[in-house]
Every structure is written in structure tokens, then in C-alpha cells.
């Protein structure tokens, strides 16, 4: 950890991420400003991403239970996986594989599984879960068996835990939004605490494979997922776990296969800086909706994920979680659009006609 220099409140790791204690989060948000500015504004050197630390103890052993279980639902046969596919919700609920465009084709690099860990059954009218089944359907959770037992619980246990923290984080943003915001009746946190329409990603990014060849020398940096910026107002993301596959069936965490391997941001100038999520720690990113919401104060990111090269890529898997926190689809972000016209429009942009968009 560094601190800036002329700013001794604001705490970088070694690869210039802002961090943040969650003790501080949760007791003296506001103290925060300048931690939030340098993290999500508009300086050159701004990642759009801040890592929370220090923490409580239930956080490790939720991430690691979940992230285990990704793994073994991918390993399912894939006849069975599809049961759990809702092409109704733009494969938005369930499972999704190869729906969604990335670099103008399918991507069959990852594959996720899409609930609201939050709400099982929005609570909106029937014209809202017609107009917008990406956000407003039913959660879909798979059977009960031993290879994926307690999946929906342990989906629920961390997506909650997470979406706690980043409504905590809400709070630390609100100096930057209040002036912007078209309701101000509401604040971020309320906005995201009061919404129906969030959405967690549980995400298994396959070992290379024949269909999917381990990458050449001069690998593309968003070999596993394209650059993209998330619609949310804020992502939060656990650290990746990488899992390999043993000839017992069981699989080890490993170490990253190689040091280029993770997550890639652009920075405000223009930089490509990679960036490592510490095991113990969550990290949150702005998306375009809270950049809409503040007219351009706080401001989202594109970021990629890379494979890397390395011996025994082939038996590597990483799994991931991400939470997608958003307004309900009425609420305004700026004068000429609402929420759900918003993502209308990046859904179009990501997606086939009977697909779903590349965050949520």
C-alpha cells in the first residue's frame, strides 16, 4: 500500500488502485471524498475502481464456497446446463453460454449464471415483467444435487453481502451525485437499495480448449472478455479464483497461470493498467448509468480480461462473481432518458435478437 503524495487519506496499492478500509466505509463515509474523487473522477491516472479491505470475516469462506460451486456447474453436461437457459429474459436469469457478442462474435470463452440474489420474484406490475424480462423475471436456481448442492444459498450469501457493502458505497459517492441527480428526493444508495432490478453474474471463464486454443505469443489483452463498460451505477467484484481440474474430478486452486492473466483497465488517460482484486478484498466499478447520473462527474471504465499464456493453461479455469447495482427501469438518470430505455439501447448494442447484454 502507498499513499498519495499531498493526499495522506488516500491509500493506493502497488498497481495505483484506490483502496479503502471498510471500517471507514461503514463508519465516516464522507471522509471519503477524496478517496472517491481520485478512484471514479476525472484524473488522467483514475481506474474507475476502488478496493474495499479489512473486511468481516464471513466475506472469505462466502467467496470461496460459491466460487467452487461456479466451477462444478460448468462441469455439468452441457445437455443439463441448458435446462437452466431462459432465452424469454434475453438470458438474463439462469444460465447463458455463447449468447452474448463479444468482438463481433459469439463468446464461448465464459459462461454465467445470472439471479437476483436480492429478490426472487420482483414485486412490479405485469406490464413491467413483459416490457423488461431482463430484470423483472424469476430467479431460476438448479436442482438440488450433490454436484451443485446449496447453490441458490451460497448464491444468495455472498450477492447480499456484497450489495451491503456497495449501498455503503453509495453513501460515499452521494457528495458527487446530489448536485446532478433528477430525483432528488432519492439518493445512489436509495436507489440502489430500493431497486428490483439487481443482478449478480457468477462467472466460469473456460480452460482453453481445441474450440477454444490457448492463446499465441502476441495474445490479444482481452483475449478472455472483451473490453466492455458495465450499465450498472456500481459493480462490485470479487477476486478471481483460479481452479485446476485434477484427474480426480476435484479441482485445486492454483495460482494465476501467468502473470499477464486478470482483469485490464483503460484509464481516464488513456493508459492500460492491470489491476489484482486481493483474495480478502471486494472491489467496486463505476458503470455508465452512475456516469449518465452524474453528468459525467464520476465516470465509467472499459476493462477486459486476459488469459495468459502459460504451461497447463489448458486445466486452468478462473471463476468470478460480479454484482450489477442499478436503478428500477423508471428512474430517470438523465433529462431525455430513464433506466430502462438506457439499457435497451446496450442491450441492442451487445446482443443477437434473442440474447442479452454483456453486463447488467
Known sequence: MATVAGASNITLTAEGAVSISYNTLVHSPLSLADS???A???????????????????YAPARERLLKLAYRFAEL???VREKYADPKSRYSFGWSHGKEIMNGKPDTMKGS??????????????????????????????????????????FKDLGRFVFKVGCQLAVACQPFASPYLSDSSLSLAQLISTSQTVKARLLHYFPPSPDNPLPAEDEAIDSWCGFHLDHSLLTGLCSAMYLHRESTGDPTIVQ?????????????GGALAKVSIPTDCLAFQTG?????????KLRATPHCVRVGAAPDAENISRETFALFMQP???????ATENFGQFSKRIFDEHYKDEGAGASM
Request: hydrophobic share 30%.
Open 256 to 268: 494465476s497461470p501467468s502473470p499477464s492473466s486478470g482483469l485490464y483497465i483503460r484509464t481516464r
Open 36 to 38: 472517491i474523487e481520485k
Open 40 to 58: 471514479f473522477g476525472s484524473h488522467p491516472d483514475s481506474l474507475g475502481i476502488v478496493i474495499v479491505r479489512d473486511l468481516p470475516p464471513t
Open 113 to 154: 449464471y445470472y439471479a437476483n440474489p436480492v429478490v426472487d420474484e420482483p414485486n412490479v406490475s405485469a406490464e413491467l415483467k413483459q416490457a423488461y424480462p431482463e430484470y423483472y423475471g424469476k430467479n431460476i436456481w438448479p436442482s438440488e444435487t450433490a454436484e451443485v448442492a446449496h447453490f441458490e444459498q451460497a
Open 288 to 296: 455508465e448509468a452512475l456516469e449518465l447520473a452524474t453528468a459525467g
Open 77 to 79: 453436461d452441457p445437455s
Open 328 to 334: 428500477n427501469v423508471d428512474k430517470q438518470l438523465s
